[in-house]
Structure formats: structure tokens, C-alpha cells
């Protein structure tokens, strides 16, 4: 069964053109990475962004691609299920076909009890019924990060997170910070259901994510670290040798760069 299970790569962007440039080189959807898209606006990682001009900016980037965009709503932005439905209604509405929710807090990084966490997940269940739309619900946990215990004590927090966030209706879990083989095997065959992984150092490529049964990999913020990698090279190179090189090598176009700001 986990074998066969095919895999949705989705690439994260940070603003329209990122998103553009994913979606032309053929993606099937493009979703927002949270630390990216707030680090663009001039904010960290987190909520300390305004709900709205985060909103606003899934808004511009629905607007400009034609594949289905998903939206990282951090932990919701509301302290109850009705703070966070309000925010996911919002972004629906803006263009979102799905979203990541996370269940600690940003600025502790202390996990919500399962509880809480769980009374979100519901009101995002019954936003869906009420409104008749379909999006998709993919519920982080961060307990192999953030749980007590040791190593095999985190991973058994997070399994038994993830079935609860399942079993109250999420379409998708997803445990933060999963990347070793054997690791991503046993959870998937834990859980049963779909498993969303990330990119980070150590992660398997995506024939063998395929093999051991993940249904989705994003790339969080790594296309950004990326990026802004390549800017940090571009500005050494001409400081320290006078050289562009870096900058050069397989930089697209002016008309390509305007393209991206048009719709597709």
C-alpha cells in the first residue's frame, strides 16, 4: 500500500514571484512557507505579523498562480478554536485550498496540550461542513522538537499527537522535524493515513520518500535559505575578488523577471 503511494512535492514560496517561478517550472500546487513569507515583509517567523497582511499576502500570491496554493497559518492567529476558524475562513477566501496548523507556541515553544490543540483542529472540521468547502486540513506537530523525554520518548509523543489530530478529522499530519529513513517508515506505518515531511539536511530524496509511503513533501523555508545563500555569495564575491560570477550564472532575464509579476 505505502509503496505505491504517489507524492505531492510542493515547493513553498514567499511571494508572487517565487510562487510564479515554481509553478512554471511545473508544479502541481505551490503552498506559503510561514518564515519566509514574514521574513519577506520585514517580521520573524511566528505571529507577530498582523493577521491581515498575512492574509492579504495569500491573497496576492492565490491571485497570481493557476495550481492550488496552501497556506501556513502558524498556530491559527487566535487563542480559541473561533480565533483560529476565523483566520483559516479568511484565508479560504483569500485563495487557500489548504493549511498547516501547528500545535505549539512561538514564543514559548511549549506544546499546546492535545486538548487544545484537538478543539482547534474540530472548528477547522466544522468550518469545513458549514461552508461546504473542502480544503485541506495538515496538522503539524512540533513533539519531536519540543516534547520531553528522550529521542524515543518524542517520537511516541508524536505519533500518538499526530492519530489524535487525525482522528478528529485532520487530512494530512505532519511531524516537524522527521528526516532518517527508519524514523519516517515507522510513523508512517503508525499512522496509516497521509504524512507530510519537510526538507531538511538528511531527508531521503523523493524516490525513496515515495518507497517508505509519504504522501507530501514541502519544502518549507529552504528554497528561501537558499536564495538568500546565493545573495550572501553574490555580495562576498564582489567584495572580496570584484567578480560577478555568482550573480551571473543562471540569472534569468529582465522580461522573464517582469513576467513573473503577471498573472499566468
Request: contains cysteine; proline residues 5%.
Amino acid at each position: 500500500m505505502h509503496g505505491g503511494r504517489s507524492i505531492l512535492v510542493l515547493p513553498n514560496a514567499w511571494d508572487v514571484p517565487s510562487a510564479r517561478v515554481f509553478e512554471e517550472l511545473g508544479f502541481r500546487a505551490v503552498g506559503t512557507s510561514s518564515a519566509a513569507l514574514m521574513v519577506s515583509l520585514g517580521y520573524p517567523d511566528g505571529e507577530e505579523i498582523e493577521r491581515c497582511e498575512m492574509v492579504a499576502a495569500v491573497r496576492r500570491i492565490a491571485g497570481a498562480v493557476s495550481v492550488p496554493l496552501t497556506a501556513d497559518v502558524v498556530s491559527g492567529f487566535g487563542e480559541t478554536p473561533k480565533g483560529v476558524s476565523m483566520t483559516v475562513k479568511s484565508v479560504v477566501e483569500a485563495g487557500a485550498v489548504g493549511v498547516n496548523v501547528e500545535d505549539f507556541v512561538h514564543e514559548t515553544k511549549k506544546l499546546r496540550p492535545v486538548r487544545v490543540q484537538l478543539e482547534r483542529l474540530r472548528a477547522l472540521v466544522e468550518l469545513k461542513r458549514r461552508t461546504g468547502i473542502p480544503f485541506v486540513i495538515n496538522a503539524r506537530t512540533d513533539a519531536l522538537r519540543y516534547a520531553e523525554g528522550d529521542e524515543s520518548a518524542r517520537f511516541r509523543e508524536a505519533v500518538r499527537r499526530a492519530a489524535a489530530y487525525r482522528d478528529s478529522g485532520a487530512d494530512c499530519v505532519y511531524p516537524m522535524g522527521i528526516t532518517d529513513a527508519a524514523s519516517i517508515s515507522a510513523f508512517v506505518k503508525e499512522l496509516d493515513c497521509p504524512v507530510n515531511v519537510m526538507v531538511r539536511p538528511g531527508l531521503p530524496p523523493v524516490g525513496e520518500l515515495q518507497r517508505l509511503g509519504v504522501a507530501r513533501l514541502s519544502f518549507g523555508p529552504s528554497a528561501a535559505y537558499a536564495v538568500f545563500g546565493l545573495l550572501k555569495r553574490v555580495g562576498r564575491e564582489v567584495l572580496e575578488k570584484g567578480t560577478y560570477s555568482s550573480m551571473l550564472e543562471g540569472a534569468i532575464t529582465y522580461e522573464e523577471l517582469n513576467r513573473l509579476a503577471r498573472k499566468r
